[in-house]
T-cell receptor, first 111, second 113 residues
């Protein structure tokens, strides 16, 4: 079945550092891909999405490109802030309308 | 805009007790979902609904029941709580057409002693 594998954490960075969280997927077709973010004590919020190959999703300085050839959707941000400390989830959805999530990556940014 | 609202936010139960978690959405979404979140395991789908009066099993349905009597509400029931059901429960909803993102509530933290 469809599945998502994302980089294990936790990841600890200094402010203004570059962040990459790897995400790869397995699917029989061409799913839509998402990154969700969960801040402490809150539910998941959609961060960005891409619905077809070579699409780039972006929001709040984060970017991810849908790479069909490598079945990947890596999340990047050029200069992180303390407020970016959160858990990040990669997810996909396909024809059955359900989301398959990765295990989540905890990111801590230190001032 | 309320979005997706879950009640209660916290609850402690004793083994064998029953309870119902309520999820309400005001976005007129067709699909609704219940997940549980456990450390290191991401979110796992318990049950979901593709419309009023319909429900279906997800990955981990055992020990839970659900009902969707009204389009805006999705209830998750634990008939006889077990310590293994200690978790954070999230409800989500989405529009029916296309590969739309899901909108999540803030979660219910449930402890079973």
């Amino acid at each position: 079945g469809d599945s998502v594998t994302q980089m294990e954490g936790p990841v600890t960075l200094s402010e203004e550092a570059f962040l990459t969280i790897n995400c790869t997927y397995t699917a029989t077709g061409y799913p839509s891909l998402f990154w969700y973010v969960q801040y402490p004590g809150e539910g998941l919020q959609l961060l960005l999405k891409a619905t077809k190959a070579d699409d780039k999703g972006s929001n709040k300085g984060f970017e991810a490109t849908y790479r069909k050839e490598t079945t990947s959707f890596h999340l990047e941000k050029g200069s992180v802030q303390v407020s970016d400390s959160a858990v990040y989830f990669c997810a996909l959805t396909f024809l059955d309308y359900k989301l398959s999530f990765g295990a989540g990556t905890t990111v801590t940014v230190r001032a | 805009n309320a979005g997706v609202t879950q009640t209660p936010k916290f609850r402690v139960l004793k083994t064998g007790q029953s309870m119902t978690l309520l999820c309400a959405q005001d976005m007129n979404h067709e699909y609704m979902y219940w997940y549980r979140q456990d450390p290191g395991m991401g979110l796992r789908l318990i049950h979901y609904s593709v419309g009023e009066g319909t429900t279906a099993k997800g990955e981990v349905p055992d020990g839970y029941n659900v009902s969707r009597l009204k389009k805006q509400n999705f209830l998750l029931g634990l008939e006889s709580a077990a310590p293994s059901q200690t978790s954070v429960y999230f409800c989500a909803s989405r529009r029916g057409e296309g590969n739309q993102p899901q909108h999540f509530g803030d979660g219910t933290r449930l402890s079973i002693l």
